[in-house]
Every structure is written in C-alpha cells, then in structure tokens.
C-alpha cells in the first residue's frame, strides 16, 4: 500500500446522499487538505441540493460514471446496504480507496470478495465503524485491553430506534446488518477472541420483509456471555438524539459489560444534554456527529480525518479495518440463521 500524495488537495469522491451521506457530506467540506471534488446519487433532487450546499460541480447519476469521469483519490460509500459489495468491488478494483459504510456485505460471501479484491490490488479499505471513534466507547476498550476489567464475564448491547424509520429499511436489509452489527463489532472488539455460539429470536410486527425486533444471545468460548438487542419501536415522544434537518428521532442505545473485576455502563440517550423544545424533548447528540455552528463533528470527523491519513500515509487502518467486517458479518449470518430456524448456530 502506497501513499497517494505527499502535497495538495484529496480529491474525494461522496456515493450516496442520504440521510448519512450529507453527514459525511458536511464533514468532508470542512476538513482541511482534503476537496470534495465529486458526488454521486440517481436522485436528482439529493445531487442539487448537496452539490449547491458545498459546491460541487462534478455530479454523476451513477458510480461507474464518476469512476471513468473523475481524478478521484479515495472514495466514501454511503449508499444503501445490499448494493455495498457489488460497488465496493468497482472502487478497489480501480485501486482506489475506499471508506464503506457498515456493513461490509450483506453476506460474509460477498464480504470475502470484497476483502480478497482489496488485499489483491493493496488497496485500504475502512470500514464505518463510528463508535470505535468515540472516546467513551474508545476509552473502554483501552481499559478492557490493559486488563483492568480482569476476564470479561457477560456484556450486554442494545440499540432500538425509532418506528418511522423502520419502513426506509425494513424492506432493505435485515436490522442486523443494520443496527446490530454497531454492536457485534464492540463485541469482538472488547472480548479478543471469537465468538463460537449464537442463539437468536426474531420478530416481525411491521410485515415488511425483514423483522423489526432481534434479540440474541452469543458464546465467546469459555469467556464472556453477550446478549445483543435491537428493536424498532421507540415511539415518536421518546427524547429526541437525531436532529439532523433530513433525520428526527432516537437511537436508544446502551451496553453493559460485566468483567470479573469491574462493571462498566454506558447509556447514551440519557446522559446527554436535555433542551425542551415546544412540543418534544431533545436530547442532542454531542458524541457521534454533532452540528455545532454549520460544522459536523464527534466521532464521525474523527474517523473520515482517521481515513483520510490513512491515505495519505498509504497505511492500513489500525482501527476499523474490512478484516474485523467480516468477522462481524459472520456472526450477524449466524444470528440471522438461529432465528429462522430456531437452533443454535455454532461457529468455527
Ligand atoms: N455509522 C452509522 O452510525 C450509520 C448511520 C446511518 C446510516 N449508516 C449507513 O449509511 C448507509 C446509507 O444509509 P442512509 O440511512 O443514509 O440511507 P438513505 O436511504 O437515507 O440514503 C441512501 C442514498 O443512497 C442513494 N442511492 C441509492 N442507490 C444508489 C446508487 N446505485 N448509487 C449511488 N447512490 C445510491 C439514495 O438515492 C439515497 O440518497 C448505509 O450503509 C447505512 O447502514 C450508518
């Protein structure tokens, strides 16, 4: 892996303008040594209205367009989970960079693929794995890792949202590579070692295709029990954290980890800044990306910044590397199979 400058500008190139997307978007226009030089979206609507806000003048429908149009030196993939793979593979097979967004894949096939693709031509691939970017969650693990939780005994993860999201994804992807896969990735990141069971219940109240509730419990050999949840019933008078002016609404997420000499909790909905608004209660994120002024920061800055260096130094990234993906995507593969069968999945 090489550096691929050592003076100038990134050009970089922004793949998807949803509701994440403009977050990155607004990330991107502010770092510093780094243009965002080009964006793509087959909504017209979202290609006039980011590309006005940060002038950007390249706007392609379509990624193979940017890719033959653009000088572009790494690419963010902020695009909807099922098509990850198959456009991961366009940009590393051009030998360019890539930032993906969770998850990896949608299957741990695909996100072999994709690794191998990225290995065979040396090129880095991070993955949007924002909580390991975030001091409290980071601050953890560096404590768990310097042995002063003593054997890790049981941890706990949940992260529920709001109901009117589910509808954008519960056609789109299963919730745990949605939702769940944030919290498997702290899972291996805190327990070292392999996660060898899985036992899942899931539940379907909406009718779309995919359940709107997953619950499971994981073995990681003889060490740590983990019980990971996620549902999508938080009702619109729960307080607020998301209040971007395109996303409203809560992400309730909270983990407990049980070591045999310490305990840890971490509640982010409830620890946080309160405003009453007229008709509801913000509780306004100030860890993951805050907008504070006109410029997004938090953990999702820290880790675009962490990539973008990667780059340059032509590096992987230690952090949240596309190896620790798949590992995650074979457990989110096991939790999904438990819970259509109803047994438990035991992994090698
Ligand atoms: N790390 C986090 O905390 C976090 C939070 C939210 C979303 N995400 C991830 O971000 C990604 C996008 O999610 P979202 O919530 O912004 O979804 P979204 O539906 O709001 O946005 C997706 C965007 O991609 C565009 N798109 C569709 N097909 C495309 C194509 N072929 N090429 C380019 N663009 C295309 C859509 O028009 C839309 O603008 C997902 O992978 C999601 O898991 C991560």
């Keep these: 892996m090489s550096g691929v400058r050592a003076s100038g500008d990134l050009r970089v190139g922004l793949v998807g303008l949803g509701r994440f997307g403009r977050l990155h978007a607004a990330v ?83 996100g072999e693929r994709v690794l191998a693709a990225a290995e065979a031509a040396g090129v880095l691939v991070q993955l949007g794995f ?30 529920n949202c709001s109901r009117t999201w589910f509808p954008t994804y519960g056609d789109r992807v299963h919730p745990v590579y949605e939702t769940s896969i944030h919290d498997i990735d702290l899972l291996l990141w805190f327990a070292r070692q ?90 306004p994120d100030t860890a993951m990306w805050p907008e504070i002024a006109g410029t997004v920061g938090g953990a999702l800055r820290e880790e675009d910044r962490h990539f973008l260096d990667c780059v340059r130094a032509g590096v992987p990234s230690p952090i949240a590397s596309a190896r620790d993906a798949l590992a995650g995507l074979r457990i989110a593969e096991a939790i999904v199979e438990s819970a259509a069968t109803g047994r438990e999945v035991r992994l090698d």
């Design 130 to 159: 924002l909580l390991r970017f975030e001091p409290q969650h980071a601050l953890l693990r560096a404590e768990i890792a310097a042995g002063r939780f003593g054997p890790l005994v049981s941890m706990r993860v949940k992260r």
């Design 194 to 283: 392999p996660c060898t069971s899985v036992f899942a219940i899931a539940r379907n109240y909406s009718g779309l295709r995919y359940p709107d509730g997953c619950w499971a419990l994981l073995q990681f050999g003889d060490g740590p029990v983990a019980m990971v949840e996620t549902s999508w019933f938080v009702p619109n008078g729960a307080p607020a954290n998301v209040l971007t002016p395109t996303w409203h609404g809560t992400i309730d997420s909270e983990l407990e980890i049980v070591g045999v000499e310490r305990s840890a909790r971490l509640d982010l909905l409830e620890g946080s800044l309160a405003i009453w608004e007229p008709d509801y209660t913000a509780r």
């Design 28 to 110: 991107l226009a502010t770092l510093p040594g780094v243009e965002l030089a080009a964006i793509c979206d087959p909504d017209p609507a979202a290609l006039a209205e980011v590309g006005d806000r940060f002038g950007v003048a390249a706007r392609h429908r379509d990624l193979t367009d940017l890719l033959a149009g653009e000088r572009i030196d790494a690419i963010f993939l902020v695009t909807p989970e099922p098509l990850h793979a198959g456009q991961a593979l366009q940009v590393v097979e051009r030998g360019i960079p890539l930032f993906l967004e969770k998850p990896l894949a949608t299957t741990p096939a695909e």
